[in-house]
């Protein structure tokens, strides 16, 4: 199947930090999505990014589908931001998440 | 709009019995997902609804599983027979099909133990 390795698989940083997530895929990046598992649970969609660089506020995201991965940047960081980060692949209408990121910013 | 609601939250059960989980989806999404989640691992897709038709089932949907989306609103996922491998989280999602991928919304979840 395809694959979606993320890396790294555990990061923690003191607030205020930056970091910087990455995605690859082992075939065709695909409608790419970034999403954020706070520690309760709730998945939050951060970006659709199927190519390019989006920002929003503190965090912003680089595709490079021609290269098959992506790039996800944490500037800043705070405690709120902890949690487990995805990406996602679609195949049809099914996402492909990868294992994930667990951040963890200390205060 | 409150977003994607599911309920319960958290259920415990003992081995063998049925269980059913409720998904109200964004009210203007016409598509629903259902994937579950066990503990380090991100989430597996498990079906999906466009409307009230199901269009895609998972192999990971055994006989024991199944889905409903009766007038193409809420939605519900059944477990018969439970077993201790179903304990995991069962994540819904909805979104707004216009052609891509993205805008999904997912749920809170709900959370599966069985003992």
């Known amino acids: 199947g395809i694959q979606v390795e993320q890396s790294p698989p555990d990061l923690i940083l003191q607030e205020g930090a930056n970091s910087t997530l990455r995605c690859n895929f082992s075939d065709s990046v695909n409608n790419l999505q970034w999403f954020h598992q706070n520690p309760w649970g709730q998945l939050i969609n951060l970006f659709y990014i199927p190519s390019g660089t989006k920002q929003n506020g503190r965090l912003s995201a680089t595709t490079v589908a021609t290269e098959r991965y992506s790039l996800l940047y944490i500037s800043s960081s705070q405690t709120t931001d902890s949690g487990v980060y995805f990406c996602t692949r679609a195949s049809g209408s099914r996402l492909t998440f990868g294992e994930g990121t667990q951040l963890t910013v200390n205060p | 709009d409150t977003g994607v609601s599911q309920n319960p939250r958290h259920k415990i059960t003992k081995r063998g019995q049925n269980v059913t989980f409720r998904c109200d989806p964004i009210?203007?999404?016409?598509?629903l997902y259902w994937y579950r989640q066990t503990l380090g691992q991100g989430p597996e897709f498990l079906t999906y609804?466009?409307?009230?038709?199901?269009?895609?089932k998972s192999r990971l949907l055994s006989d024991r599983f199944s889905a409903e989306r009766p007038k193409g609103s809420f939605s519900t996922l059944e477990i018969q027979r439970t077993e201790q491998g179903d304990s995991a989280m069962y994540l819904c999602?909805?979104?707004?099909?216009?052609?891509?991928?993205?805008?999904?919304?997912f749920g809170s979840g709900t959370r599966l133990t069985v003992v």
């Open positions: 009210s203007e999404h016409n598509r």
């Open positions: 999602a909805s979104s707004l099909f216009t052609g891509g991928a993205g805008g999904y919304t």
């Open positions: 609804f466009q409307n009230e038709a199901q269009l895609e």
